[in-house]
């Protein structure tokens, strides 16, 4: 139970730390989410005590076991519930289902689990070869779930603390990123509104007596007729934006270009003072980690989503994350993984 005190507090500090010294970051996120994590371990502990029990580490490792089934099980119905109401509303594409795979094969391994405990293959006494096959799933596994849910619990916390920036902080350039076009020239609703959303950050810095200028940042798709940018900018001028403030980047092809090339906009433009990027809600963390990257001080923020359009979106920008750092967390995953594995297979020869 020390123990336990002594991490929870040293996570919990970790999360603090990270977060003043630079939020646009995961790392915050990992923290909190471990303390989380120990938080959990530690009411399992009172509870036992409470009743009496001796609480021993089998006792906690099977307690989290079982309530990351049962979690498993219940994020795989809600992510394929979500993905048939994503489908259903915005037309079948491949880029929609990527949180319905993730969902299916949650709901797989969970069956596989509680198969096994079924019929007897997992009962210590017996053949341990499915045991290693699901440990060695299941502990990969518990690695990405973690580090999905530190994203999901940091970007949350992020976009409110960007949202109160905005009106701390006058903003000396707003950058709006693209989302594709409707008919290949029209702004969509997502579009829309980053673009509403944008002018008002905009509005916000002219009215403490800043001028700032405003980037649409978005090239032009194999299917659409204009670039993003242009699509962007006269949407924003016949709602009243300055045309002189406006200006269109519209050779980027994805959110890392956006940023990267907006950045020499800025530096053109010698921009002062901190950068509001704007985009939707479940996409602005990354975006802040790459403004990070681009050496771009400021804060991302987003308009809100359509509740149903989340799930999938945010698996998409978990799985970005992890392939830009996919070396680190394969070696991570290896690490973790491998005295798991060694400890089943020990147990199967025995």
Known sequence: ??????????????????????????????FGTGAVVIVAMV????????????VSGAMVLAVVAVTGLVAAAVLGVYLVGTGVELVRREGLRSSMMLSTALGVLLLVY?????????????????????????????????YIGFALLALVIWSAVYEVWARRRVRRDPAGAVIVLGAGLIDGRRVGKLLAGRLDLAQEVFDLA??????????????????????EAAAMS?????????????????????????????????????VVGPVAVVTSDYHALRAAMLMRGNE???????????????????????????????????????????????????????
Request: net charge negative.
């Open 110 to 142: 969970v069956v596989g689990v509680a198969t096994g405990l079924v019929v007897g293959w997992l009962i210590p006494t017996s053949d341990h070869r499915l045991l290693f096959v699901l440990a060695a799933i299941g502990v990969p596994a518990a």
């Open 234 to 270: 006269d949407y924003l001028l016949t709602r009243g934006m300055r045309g002189d403030a406006v200006l269109a980047e519209d050779d980027s092809t994805d959110t890392a270009e956006n940023i990267a090339f907006s950045a020499k906009l800025l530096a053109d433009h010698r």
């Open 1 to 30: 139970m020390g123990a336990l005190l002594i991490a929870l507090v040293l996570l919990a500090l970790g999360a603090g730390i990270t977060a003043w010294r630079e939020p646009r970051r995961l790392l915050p996120g990992i």
């Open 206 to 227: 002219e009215a403490s007596g800043r001028r700032p200028i405003m980037i649409c940042s978005g090239g032009r798709g194999a299917d659409e007729e204009v670039s």
């Open 43 to 54: 009411v399992v502990a009172a509870v036992a005590g409470a009743c009496g029990r001796e």
């Open 296 to 350: 771009i001080d400021g804060f991302a923020t987003g308009a809100r989503t359509a509740s149903y359009f989340v799930p999938n979106a945010e698996v998409r920008e978990f799985a970005a994350i992890m392939w830009k750092h996919r070396w680190l967390n394969l070696a991570l995953v290896v690490a973790i993984s491998i005295p798991w594995l060694l400890a089943v297979w020990d147990v199967s020869v025995r």
